[in-house]
């Protein structure tokens, strides 16, 4: 694949922006295809047949663009069909899981809870992959559903969502936790709120830089002349998801195209 080839990025919606963010900071000469499947969002309360099938979908629209590298942008398709994934495209893939356990593991926790959608944590992905890296750590996974359309409004830093973030996390607070991973790429959107209600005390750890170092060590063939543009792709459109992205990167994306996937089948 030629080294002017783009970049894939992929999530539901605007949670993978946040990956997005800082693999454009990684990688400045890069130019980058970022698909937010918001027809079809959210995926974290669909079950693992339903995501395999989109995530694969997905993946395969970017592959049919010619991108060089897909990142899986999300926690949700990481969990549940990166194999399937990476089973179907023929350009290397990376996904948020491996890259957030590094992340937590790295602050030396050792009971750590693991805040993600329902199908994440269901899918046991993190608490098997923090129990191969480093056996002996105290896990605990909490689902979190409702952080998904807060973060969707916006609303990181409001009262609402510290109420939901106490009625979510008050449980692994009182257990100790000494580190939280976001395992919702939406989740750092929320970073304000869950800061109040987790205290000072508490990594809250985001794996959006762990997974532009984990794409950094990929072998591919570099771009230095990209300028790490963005050109987006929606499955529905709408100013609401632009006006999040201008919060995440800094501007308003420009290079906007709404797209129709055709569901494709997937063992
Ligand atoms: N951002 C996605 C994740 O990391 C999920 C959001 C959704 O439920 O669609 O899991």
């Known amino acids: 694949m030629s080294g002017t080839a783009p970049i894939g990025v992929f999530d539901s919606g605007v949670g993978g922006l946040t990956v997005l963010e800082a693999l454009r900071r990684a990688l400045p000469g890069e130019r980058f295809l970022y698909l937010g499947d918001t027809a079809r969002l959210p995926y974290g309360t669909k079950s693992e047949p339903t995501v395999r099938q989109y995530a694969v979908n997905a993946a395969a629209h970017l592959v049919a663009r010619g991108i060089k590298l897909l990142v899986v942008a999300c926690n949700t398709a990481s969990s549940y069909a990166l194999d399937a994934i990476a089973r179907v495209v023929?350009?290397?893939?990376?996904?948020?899981?491996?890259?957030?356990?590094?992340?937590?593991?790295?602050?030396?926790?050792?009971?750590?809870?693991?805040?993600?959608?329902?199908?994440?944590?269901?899918?046991?992905?993190?608490?098997?992959?923090?129990a191969m890296a480093a056996p002996g750590l105290e896990v605990r996974?909490?689902?979190?559903?409702?952080?998904?359309?807060?973060?969707?409004?916006?609303?990181?830093?409001h009262p609402v969502t510290d109420l939901v973030a106490r009625e979510y996390l008050g449980e692994v607070l009182g257990w100790g936790a000494e580190a939280i991973i976001l395992g919702c790429t939406h989740y750092p959107l929320l970073l304000p709120s869950l800061r109040r209600v987790a205290g000072p005390d508490i990594r809250l750890v985001d794996s959006a830089s762990a997974v532009a170092a984990a794409v950094g060590r990929v072998r591919f063939e570099r771009n230095e002349k990209g300028g790490g543009t963005v050109h987006l792709l929606l499955t529905d459109g709408s100013d609401h998801f632009l006006r999040v992205a201008r919060t995440i990167l800094g501007e308003t994306p420009q290079d906007l195209e709404l797209v129709h996937l055709e569901p494709g089948g997937v063992s």
Do not use: H, K, M, N
């Open 90 to 130: 023929d350009v290397p893939v990376v996904g948020v899981v491996e890259p957030g356990v590094e992340a937590a593991l790295a602050t030396g926790a050792r009971r750590i809870a693991v805040a993600g959608t329902e199908g994440t944590v269901a899918s046991g992905a993190y608490q098997r992959a923090l």
């Open 141 to 157: 996974a909490v689902p979190c559903p409702l952080f998904v359309a807060l973060a969707e409004e916006g609303w990181g830093d």
